[in-house]
């Protein structure tokens, strides 16, 4: 058989222990964050480098068969959800921060890398890595890189596309490139950011290392209701002030947190925002005051005021457990991801309520309330008959709000598997025609993390203006320009 004989090719390129085909030890990766989606992966693979993933990459193209990146299996899209007949290229091993370059305030490491192991490395020095999914301790820096993924301080300092400086990557054909935000002419490097793993692997990132500020303060403010939470949210930004963060939780998200990790937030609070500013410490104060002064106005009842990391550390522990606390109040739920205009959220949020009436299913509101980036929980009981679907439904009508409010079916989850049936209800046709021109240019055979993104694939012969079977680039041996 193909993948038989494939894994067996394989393993010869690659170091002892290396590849996994053992039926128990598959199922490991059967699933990402999504975990309604499982599916065995063929061969799972431990690469060491580079060379070695584009070892593998050249074999599965001499093969025909399919494969697939992943990190820490933390994504909430399907994205790294593998292939019965395909490769799962597995980055754990490749963990070490190459190259560390405070002068120019750069960092060189490698796809395996956490999130928050580039900050410990430099933190001492009065650096960071600015983005900060509440995953950070666990996820990979090629995963942030292939979802651009986003944080609580995304609002001000900008997702990872803002905070990556150069990629070397392994094109889908099995060549090791490198993208440079310098290389002039088109952005390839914007382009791959976000890609999902479709345009190659990441096996090398450059990130630009920010420094801290001199004063951080943090704010927990308490509301009756999500409307004055709102209130004081447009009047935060309304008001010229760009905190690093401003999040919001609904009663029910407040609840699972306190069940979860007892955060202690104001009892009775219907909503909580969590208000942090950053910068020099004059203009800190001074936005304090104001932004003390605006949720007093919107009808805040109790304001806390964290300066001391540990007290900080406190206020935002609600906030960062509130994905995995609803486990506590809900035996199983669904992670949402969509994006409405700020002004639109009292009028999106109360829809959700309705919904949730409407269909008996409980959803706990936590959003990035300063770029309108939600995430409801969608709560289920899944030995109830008909509650998953219940759930599935709720979750898609959130969708369909977002996109009727003239927002979009993600904000930093990715479409991976999982919404790839949401994308024509956003873009048409012709649109997700031009976006798969972009895909064969540098995946002409459309081995690389196929099923995921795009509802309908379309090998490169099937898109207006690309021949059949190969890029001319590709054909004409000139792909590593990529
Ligand atoms: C509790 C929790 C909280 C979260 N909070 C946030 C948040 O605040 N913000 C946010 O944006 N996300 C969040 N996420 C989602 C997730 O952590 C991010 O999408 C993260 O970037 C995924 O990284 P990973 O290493 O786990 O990637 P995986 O899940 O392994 O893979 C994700 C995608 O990246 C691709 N990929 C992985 N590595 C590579 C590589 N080297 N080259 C090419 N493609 C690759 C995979 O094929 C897949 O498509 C959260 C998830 C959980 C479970």
Same mark, same amino acid.
């Given at each position: 058989?193909?993948?038989?004989?494939?894994?067996?090719?394989?393993?010869?390129?690659?170091?002892?222990?290396?590849?996994?085909?053992?039926?128990?030890?598959?199922?490991?990766?059967?699933?990402?964050?999504?975990?309604?989606?499982?599916?065995?992966?063929?061969?799972?693979?431990?690469?060491?480098?580079?060379?070695?993933?584009?070892?593998?990459?050249?074999?599965?193209?001499?093969?025909?068969?399919?494969?697939?990146?992943?990190?820490?299996?933390?994504?909430?899209?399907?994205?790294?959800?593998?292939?019965?007949?395909?490769?799962?290229?597995?980055?754990?091993?490749?963990?070490?921060?190459?190259?560390?370059?405070?002068?120019?305030?750069?960092?060189?490491? +490698?796809?395996?890398?956490?999130?928050?192991?580039?900050?410990?490395?430099?933190?001492?020095?009065?650096?960071?890595?600015?983005?900060?999914?509440?995953?950070? %301790?666990?996820?990979?820096?090629?995963?942030?890189?292939?979802?651009?993924?986003?944080?609580?301080? @995304?609002?001000?300092?900008?997702?990872?596309?803002?905070?990556?400086?150069?990629?070397?990557?392994?094109?889908? !054909?099995? $060549?090791?490139?490198?993208?440079?935000?310098?290389?002039?002419?088109?952005?390839?490097?914007?382009?791959?950011?976000?890609?999902?793993?479709?345009?190659?692997?990441?096996?090398?990132?450059?990130?630009?290392?920010?420094?801290?500020? %001199?004063?951080?303060?943090?704010?927990?403010?308490?509301?009756?209701?999500?409307? %004055?939470?709102?209130?004081?949210? /447009?009047?935060?930004?309304?008001?010229?002030?760009?905190?690093?963060?401003? +999040?919001?939780?609904?009663?029910?998200?407040?609840?699972?947190?306190?069940?979860?990790?007892? @955060?202690?937030?104001?009892?009775?609070?219907?909503?909580?925002?969590?208000?942090?500013?950053?910068?020099?410490?004059?203009?800190?104060?001074? %936005?304090?005051?104001?932004?003390?002064?605006?949720?007093?106005?919107?009808?805040?009842?109790?304001?806390?005021?964290?300066?001391?990391?540990?007290?900080?550390?406190?206020?935002?522990?609600?906030?960062?457990?509130?994905?995995?606390?609803?486990?506590?109040?809900?035996?199983?739920?669904?992670?949402?991801?969509?994006?409405?205009?700020?002004?639109?959220?009292?009028?999106?949020?109360? /829809?959700?309520?309705?919904?949730?009436?409407?269909?008996?299913?409980?959803?706990?509101?936590?959003?990035?309330?300063?770029?309108?980036?939600?995430? #409801?929980?969608?709560?289920?009981?899944?030995?109830?008959?008909?509650?998953?679907?219940?759930?599935?439904?709720?979750?898609?009508?959130?969708?369909?709000?977002?996109? +009727?409010?003239?927002?979009?079916?993600?904000?930093?989850?990715?479409?991976?598997? !999982?919404?790839?049936?949401?994308? #024509?209800?956003?873009?048409?046709?012709? !649109?997700? $025609?031009?976006?798969?021109?972009?895909? @064969?240019?540098?995946?002409?055979?459309?081995? /690389?993390? #196929?099923?995921?993104?795009?509802?309908?694939?379309?090998? @490169?012969?099937?898109? #207006?203006?690309?021949?059949?079977?190969?890029?001319?680039?590709?054909?004409?041996?000139?792909? +590593?320009?990529?």
């Amino acid at each position: 058989m193909t993948l038989d004989e494939l894994v067996r090719r394989v393993a010869g390129v690659l170091p002892p222990g290396a590849v996994i085909t053992d039926p128990v030890r598959l199922r490991t990766y059967e699933c990402d964050g999504l975990t309604h989606h499982r599916v065995v992966p063929g061969a799972v693979v431990l690469p060491e480098s580079a060379e070695q993933i584009a070892a593998v990459v050249r074999l599965c193209n001499e093969y025909g068969v399919p494969f697939v990146a992943r990190g820490a299996g933390t994504g909430l899209s399907g994205g790294a959800l593998p292939r019965t007949d395909g490769v799962l290229i597995v980055t754990s091993k490749m963990r070490r921060i190459l190259q560390v370059d405070l002068e120019n305030r750069r960092a060189v490491v +490698e796809p395996g890398v956490t999130n928050l192991a580039i900050t410990e490395a430099v933190r001492e020095h009065g650096y960071y890595y600015a983005p900060d999914p509440s995953s950070q %301790q666990v996820c990979t820096i090629g995963g942030n890189v292939a979802e651009n993924s986003g944080g609580a301080h @995304c609002l001000k300092y900008g997702f990872t596309v803002n905070h990556v400086l150069a990629l070397e990557i392994v094109t889908p !054909d099995g $060549d090791v490139v490198t993208l440079d935000a310098d290389d002039p002419g088109y952005d390839l490097l914007g382009a791959f950011v976000g890609s999902e793993g479709t345009l190659g692997i990441t096996t090398k990132v450059t990130v630009r290392l920010s420094r801290a500020p %001199q004063a951080v303060t943090t704010l927990l403010a308490a509301f009756e209701n999500i409307e %004055q939470g709102g209130q004081a949210v /447009s009047a935060i930004i309304g008001g010229g002030i760009v905190p690093a963060a401003i +999040e919001m939780m609904d009663a029910l998200a407040i609840a699972a947190a306190e069940a979860a990790v007892a @955060c202690g937030y104001p009892a009775g609070a219907g909503a909580v925002l969590i208000v942090e500013l950053d910068g020099p410490e004059a203009e800190v104060r001074r %936005q304090f005051a104001e932004v003390e002064r605006v949720c007093r106005d919107s009808g805040a009842f109790e304001l806390r005021t964290a300066a001391e990391p540990e007290e900080r550390a406190a206020i935002w522990r609600g906030r960062k457990s509130a994905f995995a606390a609803v486990g506590r109040i809900s035996p199983a739920y669904i992670v949402q991801d969509g994006v409405v205009p700020r002004t639109a959220l009292p009028q999106v949020l109360a /829809s959700i309520d309705r919904l949730s009436a409407e269909h008996g299913i409980r959803v706990a509101n936590v959003f990035h309330a300063g770029d309108g980036n939600l995430h #409801p929980l969608v709560l289920f009981d899944d030995a109830e008959p008909g509650a998953g679907e219940r759930a599935e439904l709720v979750s898609g009508r959130i969708l369909d709000l977002c996109i +009727e409010h003239g927002g979009s079916i993600t904000g930093e989850h990715g479409v991976g598997v !999982d919404k790839s049936r949401y994308m #024509p209800k956003m873009f048409t046709d012709d !649109d997700l $025609d031009t976006m798969q021109l972009v895909r @064969c240019a540098f995946d002409p055979r459309g081995l /690389s993390n #196929p099923g995921k993104v795009f509802p309908t694939p379309r090998l @490169c012969g099937e898109v #207006p203006g690309v021949r059949k079977g190969v890029h001319p680039l590709v054909e004409s041996g000139r792909a +590593e320009q990529f």
